[in-house]
C-alpha cells in the first residue's frame, strides 16, 4: 500500500515543479540605482545583473524544491506508517490503558504471560453482553443481524485468507469507538485470539485479551483453549499456565469442557493438552463421550427405528463395490474441479473459413482479457486493501478467497453465458457472490472421506454385506464420522456487493477492437458489455448487455460447449447421508439440508437448537431420496434432440430458437414512426404495446430455450452412465432435487427422459399397472374405474404398438395425450413388455406414477373429518372415481341458473360456459391460500382462451364465477373453510404480537416462515447503485398479510410433505424404489400395489395424531406463556384463539385404507 501512496505524492511532485519546468517567470522590477547609467553600460549591468539575480533565483528555486520534496517524502513516511496495521488496542478505560502502557514500557521485566494471568483474574465475571441479553435457549450468535453479520464473515474471511493482521487491525479501530464496539461480539474476540493462537503469537492474544476486558465481557472455554493452545506451542512454565487453569475454574468452567465442548482440530488439541499436563502431569483428556441414546419421541415414527424387526429388507444397489468406489472417484473430481463442461446440443456448424475466423478471433480476446482481468483484479484488491487498513470492512478477504485464476476463470464463464438481451445487474451480482460463497466451502478431507466413504459403500453395494442392516445415517453415524463445521452464512449485502464489484471488473476489463462492430473505424478499443436501463414489470432497472457485435462473434463461432457449478448437475456416485442439517448430500460442497433465502439464518437456528433425534426422520427420508439411481431415456431424449435442432416444437413443449422469436413490427406499425408528427397518441400507445409484447414474448422464448439446453445437454452428457439426484427440503418441509437444470420435478418433457437406472421384474401386476398408468397419462379416462382404464388400453393397443415403433412417422396418437412424452416412453416400455417371451419376467425401468386427488383438500377434509367433503376427494370407497373439480362446476351451475331465472345478465351469458376446466385451478389452489383477487385472474385467463364467450363480459364474468366457486367450496367443505378461517386468524394475531408464526410438524421438523416487513438494502457506487429489498430479516417486525395468507398453506404443505416421508421411510423398509414430485409418489410397477397400502395407511396413522390440538398447544406455549406479555390485549385475544380448535366432523379414518382412488 506504501507503493500506491509514493505514486499519488509523485503526482503532486510533478505538479509542484511545474513552474520551473514551463520556464517563463513573471518579470522582475530593476533596482532604483541602474537608472543613470549609459546605455551600453546599463545593458551590460542590466546583464550581469539578471544573470546574477536568475542564479540567485534558481539557487532559491533548487532549495524550496529540495525542502518540498522533504517535505513530501515525510508526509510518505508519515502515510506510510499511519496505513501500518495497528496491533496495539486503543483502550476505551483510562485505567487498562496506562496498564497496557507500563506493560509494554516494562516488558522484559514483567513476561506477557505474566500480563495474561492478571488480566484473567481481573476479568468481569458476568456473561458476555450478547448471552446477557438473550435468552437462555439462544446462543452468543443467534441474533447476529446487519453489520455483526458482516463483520463476522469479514474476520472468517481474514483468517481463511491468512490476513490475520488485518482482522486485528479492524477489530482495534471497532474496538477504538465507543458505538462501533457495541457490534463486536466474544465470538469476534475468540476468532481473533484462536488465530494468534494457532501462530504462537502471544503477544497480540493479550491484545485481545486487554480488548475483552476493556469491553466487559468475560472470557468463556474458546478465549481460555486459545490461551492455552497457544502456551503449549510456545512452552511455557507451568506456573503460568497453572494460574491460568485456577482462574478458568474460579470463573465456572470446567477443565474437560476443553476438550468436549470446544471444536478443535486434531493438533489443536494435542498443543492444549501439552500445555495442560505442564501443570498437570497426570491429566488424562475425556474420552470422546458417547452420546445418550437418541430416540425420536414421534410415535409416527417408532416402527422406524424400532429394533431390529427380521421383516425389514432395506434395498440394495445394483453396483458391486468396485463400479461404486470408481463413481466415487469420479465425482471426487468433479467437485475439486468446481466445474464441468458439457458438449452443448445445439446444431454443429460446418467448419466454414467464417467459423474458423471467428474462433481464432474469440481465441484472441479471450487471451487479451485473463490478463486485464489478472490487472484489474490487483487494482482492486489494492483499492480495497487501502479501504482495509483504514479500519473499513471491505471486501479484501472475499476477494482473496479464491485464486485470482479461479475469479478470472469464473468471470470469462459469465461473460460467455451471457444472453444478447442482457442480464438484470442486481441478478449477476447475486449470483457472482453465491458463487464465490459456495466455492469457499470446499473441504479438503479428501483421503480421510474416501476410506470412510469406502466403508460406507458395504451397505449400498450388490456384492457386500455388513453385520447388521440398517439406515444409511445410521451406518454413516457408527463410522465415527465428526461433524463437518457449520460455517457462518454471509449477509445478503456482503454477497450482492461482491458479485457487483466483480461484474465491475469484468466490465472494465473485457474490450474489443471497435472494428468487429464496424470494419471501417479505426482501431480503437470498446467495451464488451454495456451497463444501460430498461423496464421490467414497469420498474426502471440497470441491466449489464453485450455488444451486438461480440454477440454474433458467438453466434458466428459456434463454440458447443455449456460450463455448470459442479453442485448444479447430478452425483456420479451416492450422495453423503444426511446427518445434521449441514451434513450431507456432495462430498466436499456444503449443502444445508433446509434451502432458504442467503443470508436467513432463522431456519437453520431453530434446526439447530432442535434435539438431534427430532430430525432423524427428516433426515433419513431426504438420504432415501437422494439414494435412488437413475439412468437417460436414450430413446425419448433421441426424438426430443431431433426436434429441438429442428426449430423446436412449442406444442410438445420443445422450445422454438430465437431466431422464430416475433420480429419487432414493420410497416406502418414500425416502432419508429412514433417519432413522426401525424401518428396519433393512441396509435403511438398501442404501438409500444405491441412492442412490448413481443419483446416480451421473445425473451420468454429465449428463456424457455435456455432451460431447455441445459437440461438436453446435461442428459446426452450423463447418457449410458448411472447417476444420482441429492435432495434437501424448503422451510416447510416439501422436498427437491438439488440438481436445478436436470431433474425428476420438471415438465412433462423432463419427466419422460428420466428411468430409474436399477430394473424390477413386471411380476404378475406389473403390465396392468402399465396400462393403467399411461391412460392416466393421455387424461381420457379420469372417471372411469381401472378396469375400464385397462380394458381401454388394450382397445387402443394397435395405436399404442405404432407410436412406440413410428412415433414421428405413424398415426402419433401420443401426441394428443395430455403428458405426450411420458405417453410415449411409456407406449415404448408397454410395447416392449408384451412382445417379450415371458412379459411377467420383462425387467422394467420405467416409474409408474400415483397422484394424490386434489391432495390438499384431502388434508383438510382428513383434519376435519369432513364426511361430505372426504367423499369429494377420495377418501371414502367407492366404484369410481370422484372428481372434485367437476362437482364444483356443476355446484357453479346450478347457482349460476338460479341467478339467471332472477334475470342476472351476467349468469345468463354465462350459460353453456361453466366447465371444469374453467374452475379446476381457482379449487386446487384455493387449498393452498389463492385470493378471490388470484381465483378472479385465473378464471378470467380461461374464459378468454374460450374463442365463442363474449370478451366485453370477461371481466364482469371472472368476478361473477370467483364468487359462485368460493361458495361451492364454502358449502362443499365447510370444515376446511372454518380450519382455514381458524389458523388464518392465529396468524394475524401471531403476528400482531410481534412474532413470526412457528410450528412443528408431526415429525419434529421446526417451521417458521420467514415473511418480514422488507427492509430496504442499498449498496452505493459503481455502475449504479443498487437496492434490494429483504423480507427475511429478522429485526424488522413480521408482514402480517403474508403472515397470514401464507399460515394455511404452509401448513398443509408441511403435512403433505410428512405423509410423503412417512411412506418413503416405510416404503424403504419394504426393499422398494420411492421418490416423490410432492403429492405424486413414483415406484416400479410390480410395487404399485405395496406403495398403494403403505401410503394409505401412513395417511390414516398420521392423521390419527391430534394434529389440530397439538397446534394450539404447541402456539400456545411459544407465544402466550410469557408472563412480559400476558397482559397484551392481542395476546388475550391470541389465547382465546388457539383454544377455539375447530369442531371436528365423523368421517371414520380407517375407510381411507379401502379407498381405491385416494391415490390413483
Not at 502502557?101 to 484473567?120: F, K, N, T
Not at 460446418?350 to 475466423?357: A, N, R
Not at 439411481?629 to 410438445?652: H, M, Y
Amino acid at each position: 500500500m506504501a507503493e500506491v501512496t509514493v505514486k499519488r505524492v509523485a503526482k503532486r511532485v510533478a505538479v509542484a515543479r511545474a513552474p520551473e519546468a514551463g520556464g517563463a517567470q513573471p518579470p522582475r522590477q530593476a533596482p532604483a540605482g541602474a537608472k543613470g547609467a549609459g546605455a551600453k553600460g546599463a545593458a551590460a549591468t542590466l546583464s550581469s545583473r539578471w544573470a546574477q539575480k536568475l542564479d540567485s533565483d534558481q539557487q532559491l528555486m533548487e532549495k524550496r524544491k529540495q525542502r518540498l520534496e522533504g517535505k513530501l517524502q515525510k508526509r510518505v513516511e508519515k502515510g506510510a506508517w499511519q496505513k501500518q496495521l495497528r496491533l496495539e488496542p486503543r483502550l476505551l478505560s483510562r485505567k487498562l490503558a496506562s496498564q497496557l502502557q507500563h506493560w509494554e514500557q516494562g516488558a522484559p521485566r514483567s513476561p506477557w504471560e505474566e500480563q495474561l494471568a492478571q488480566l484473567l483474574q481481573e476479568a468481569p465475571h458476568r456473561l458476555s453482553s450478547e448471552a446477557a441479553a438473550a435468552p437462555a435457549d439462544r446462543g452468543p450468535e443467534s441474533r447476529l443481524e446487519g453489520q455483526q453479520q458482516r463483520l463476522l464473515s469479514f474476520f472468517e474471511c481474514c483468517l481463511l485468507t491468512g490476513h490475520l493482521p488485518l482482522a486485528h487491525h479492524v477489530l482495534v479501530t471497532h474496538h477504538s469507538k465507543s458505538q462501533q464496539q457495541r457490534l463486536l461480539t466474544l465470538s469476534m474476540y475468540n476468532m481473533v485470539m484462536l488465530g494468534w493462537a494457532r501462530q504462537g503469537s502471544f503477544k497480540e492474544l493479550t491484545y485481545v485479551f486487554f480488548m475483552l476486558k476493556d469491553a466487559g465481557l468475560a472470557p468463556d472455554l474458546q478465549s481460555y483453549a486459545a490461551a492455552l493452545q497457544c502456551m503449549g506451542r510456545l512452552d511455557q512454565d507451568a506456573g503460568t499456565i497453572r494460574r491460568c487453569l485456577k482462574q478458568m475454574a474460579q470463573d465456572g468452567l470446567q477443565l474437560q469442557g476443553l476438550f468436549t465442548a470446544v471444536p478443535l482440530s486434531a493438533e489443536e488439541r494435542a498443543e492444549l493438552l501439552r500445555a495442560v499436563r505442564k501443570a498437570k502431569p497426570a491429566f488424562t483428556p475425556p474420552r470422546p463421550p458417547v452420546p445418550p441414546p437418541q430416540v425420536n419421541t414421534s410415535p409416527l415414527l417408532r416402527e422406524i427405528y424400532a429394533k431390529q424387526d427380521p421383516a425389514v429388507s432395506y434395498p440394495r444397489l445394483h453396483l458391486s463395490l468396485k463400479e461404486l468406489q470408481g463413481l466415487f472417484q469420479q465425482q471426487l473430481r468433479v467437485e475439486m474441479a468446481t466445474t464441468i463442461t458439457v458438449e452443448s446440443v445445439e446444431k454443429v456448424p460446418l467448419l466454414t473459413k467464417e467459423v474458423l475466423h471467428a474462433r481464432k478471433t474469440l481465441a484472441g480476446l479471450r487471451t487479451r482479457w485473463r490478463t486485464a482481468l489478472y490487472r484489474e483484479l490487483q487494482e482492486t484488491k489494492e483499492s480495497e486493501a487501502h479501504a482495509a487498513r483504514e479500519g473499513r470492512l471491505s471486501l479484501f478477504p472475499y476477494l482473496c478467497l479464491l485464486s485470482e485464476k479461479e475469479v478470472v476463470r469464473m468471470l470469462l464463464q459469465t461473460l460467455q453465458a451471457l444472453p444478447a438481451q442482457g442480464e438484470s445487474l442486481l441478478f449477476l451480482a447475486h449470483e457472482l457472490g453465491l458463487r464465490v460463497f459456495k466455492r469457499k466451502q470446499l473441504r479438503n478431507e479428501v483421503q480421510e472421506l474416501e476410506q470412510r466413504y469406502s466403508k460406507y459403500l458395504h451397505l449400498l453395494a450388490s456384492d457386500t454385506q455388513v453385520a447388521e442392516p440398517c439406515l444409511p445415517r445410521q451406518h454413516w453415524e457408527a463410522l465415527g464420522v465428526p461433524e463437518a463445521p457449520h460455517e457462518q452464512p454471509w449477509p445478503m449485502s456482503v454477497v450482492v456487493q461482491l458479485g457487483k464489484q466483480l461484474a465491475e471488473v469484468l466490465v472494465r476489463a473485457a474490450q474489443m477492437p471497435s472494428s468487429l462492430a464496424a470494419p471501417r473505424s479505426p482501431g480503437t478499443l470498446i467495451p464488451v458489455l454495456y451497463h444501460v436501463y430498461s423496464f421490467r414489470s414497469f420498474r426502471q432497472i440497470g441491466i449489464l448487455k453485450p455488444h451486438p457485435a461480440f454477440t454474433q462473434l458467438l453466434e458466428t463461432a459456434a463454440e458447443r460447449t455449456l460450463t455448470f457449478e459442479s453442485t448444479d448437475v447430478p452425483m456420479l456416485c451416492p450422495p453423503l447421508p444426511w446427518t445434521s442439517p449441514h451434513s450431507g448430500a456432495f462430498l466436499l460442497s456444503p449443502t444445508k439440508m433446509m434451502r432458504s433465502v442467503e443470508g436467513s439464518q432463522q431456519h437453520q437456528l431453530l434446526l439447530e437448537r432442535c434435539p438431534p433425534a427430532e430430525l432423524h426422520g427428516a433426515l433419513d427420508a431426504l438420504t432415501q431420496l437422494g439414494n435412488c439411481a437413475w439412468r437417460v431415456n436414450g430413446r425419448v431424449l433421441d426424438l426430443v434432440l431431433q426436434l429441438f435442432a429442428d426449430k423446436g416444437c412449442p406444442r410438445l413443449g420443445v422450445p422454438a430458437p430465437p431466431s422464430e422469436a416475433p420480429r419487432p413490427p414493420e410497416g406502418r406499425r414500425a416502432p419508429k414512426r412514433c417519432l413522426l408528427p401525424e401518428v396519433s397518441p393512441a396509435e403511438k400507445a398501442e404501438m409500444r404495446r405491441e412492442l412490448a409484447r413481443r419483446l416480451k414474448v421473445a425473451r420468454e422464448m429465449q428463456s424457455l430455450r435456455a432451460d431447455a439446453l441445459y437440461r438436453l445437454s446435461l442428459a446426452r452428457h450423463l447418457r449410458h452412465r448411472v447417476f444420482w439426484l441429492p435432495h434437501n427440503m424448503d422451510f416447510r418441509g416439501r422436498t427437491y432435487p438439488c440438481s436445478p437444470h436436470f431433474n425428476h420435478l420438471g415438465s412433462d418433457l423432463a419427466r419422460a427422459l428420466l428411468e430409474f437406472a436399477q430394473g424390477r421384474p413386471l411380476g404378475p401386476h406389473g403390465l396392468n399397472w402399465l396400462k393403467i398408468h399411461l391412460v392416466n397419462l393421455t387424461g381420457l379416462k379420469k372417471r372411469e374405474s381401472l378396469q375400464a382404464r385397462r380394458d381401454y388400453a388394450d382397445e387402443l393397443m394397435e395405436d399404442i404398438l405404432d407410436s412406440a415403433d413410428r412415433p414421428m412417422t405413424g398415426r402419433k396418437w401420443w401426441m394428443e395425450a395430455d403428458e405426450p412424452w411420458q405417453a410415449l416412453a411409456c407406449c415404448m416400455e408397454v410395447a416392449r413388455a408384451v412382445r417379450a417371451p415371458d412379459p411377467a419376467a420383462y425387467v422394467s425401468h420405467f416409474p409408474v406414477h400415483q397422484d394424490g386427488s386434489c391432495n390438499g383438500l384431502q388434508h383438510y377434509a382428513a383434519l376435519g373429518r369432513d364426511s361430505v367433503g372426504a367423499a369429494s376427494v377420495n377418501l371414502l370407497p367407492s366404484d369410481l372415481p370422484q372428481d372434485v373439480y367437476s362437482e364444483v362446476a356443476a355446484q357453479v351451475e346450478v347457482f349460476r341458473r338460479q341467478d339467471a331465472e332472477q334475470g342476472v345478465q351476467v349468469a345468463q351469458v354465462l350459460e353453456g360456459f361453466i366447465s371444469r376446466k374453467v374452475v379446476k385451478q381457482t379449487v386446487m389452489t384455493v387449498v393452498y391460500g389463492v385470493t378471490r383477487y388470484g381465483g378472479r385472474l385465473q378464471i378470467e385467463k380461461r374464459l378468454r382462451e374460450i374463442h365463442d364467450f363474449p370478451q366485453d363480459f370477461v371481466w364482469e364474468a371472472s368476478h361473477y364465477l370467483v364468487r359462485q366457486v368460493f361458495n361451492s367450496l364454502q358449502e362443499m367443505f365447510s370444515g376446511t373453510r372454518s380450519i382455514q378461517r381458524w389458523l388464518t386468524e392465529s396468524a394475524r394475531l401471531i403476528s400482531h404480537t410481534g412474532s413470526a408464526v412457528e410450528w412443528v410438524t408431526p415429525l419434529g421438523i421446526p417451521i417458521i416462515q420467514p415473511y418480514h416487513r422488507d427492509s430496504k438494502v442499498m449498496i452505493k457506487g459503481g455502475l449504479q447503485s443498487l437496492t434490494f429489498s429483504s423480507s427475511v430479516d429478522t429485526s424488522q417486525k413480521p408482514n402480517t398479510l403474508k403472515q397470514k395468507n401464507g399460515f394455511p398453506p404452509n401448513f398443509i404443505h408441511s403435512l403433505d410433505s410428512s405423509h410423503m416421508m412417512l411412506t418413503a421411510l416405510h416404503c424403504y423398509r419394504k426393499g422398494l424404489t420411492f421418490v416423490s414430485v410432492h403429492d405424486c409418489f413414483w415406484t416400479h410397477a410390480a410395487d404399485v400395489a405395496v406403495m398403494n397400502q403403505v401410503c394409505r395407511e401412513q395417511f390414516v396413522r398420521l392423521h390419527s395424531q391430534p394434529i389440530l390440538h397439538n397446534l394450539s398447544r404447541f402456539l400456545i406455549e411459544r407465544f402466550c406463556s410469557d408472563p412480559r406479555t400476558s397482559k397484551s390485549i392481542w395476546v388475550s385475544r391470541l389465547m382465546d384463539t388457539l383454544l377455539s380448535v375447530p369442531k371436528t366432523g365423523t368421517f371414520n379414518l380407517e375407510q381411507v385404507k379401502h379407498s381405491t382412488y385416494f391415490f390413483s
